[in-house]
């Protein structure tokens, strides 16, 4: 191999190393946007972003589906931006980023980029406001929870597949010869 060759093989070599190298320490500093399993209506991406991580820490995964794999989140959002007052709704924006702002402040990331133990920390400070709270005025906390308990147990997967399900009244017979019945119900 002649001496041009050897120092062009040797440049692309060390190029190569080093823009590797570089390009890895641009990609340790990047992450990746927190993916959504539903589109918001209301709130925007970061507010979403909160609310799913919110709901699933007051309903985590467990031998049940957490709570925004049932789709709690587009509940909360559709309740939300479709029949509550535009100052409440502003005010319950305003509570999501006072969770990002406590979980920056503390841990220097957003509520959605926190670990689960993180999270519970967050979450036991707003238990802890929510009880201390009058009932005057409603903390977000007990809102939030109020809002994810109902989407939870209303959702047709935990209606169907968690909790007994028995549809009442059941099949319609419409000619049913009466020596079929067996007895008499009441309504």
Known sequence: ??????????????????????????????????????????????????????????????????????????????????????????????????????????????YAELSTAEQNKIMDHLVEKARSAGTENQPFFLQLKELTYSGYFTSEFIGEEVLAYDPVPGTYIGDLPIEDVDQAWSL
């Open 1 to 110: 191999m002649d001496r041009r060759k050897a120092i062009k093989h040797t440049t692309l070599l060390l190029g190569t190393a080093l823009s590797g190298g570089t390009m890895a320490g641009l990609m340790a500093g990047c992450k990746a946007e927190i993916k959504l399993g539903w589109e918001p209506s209301f709130f925007n991406s970061k507010e979403a972003q909160t609310l799913e991580s919110l709901v699933d820490t007051i309903l985590p995964k467990t031998e049940t589906p957490a709570a925004s794999e049932v789709g709690v989140p587009a509940y909360i959002d559709d309740i939300i931006g479709h029949f509550w007052k535009a100052e409440d709704q502003k005010q319950f924006q305003n509570d999501l980023t006072k969770v990002n702002k406590r979980a920056h402040n503390l841990f220097g990331a957003p």
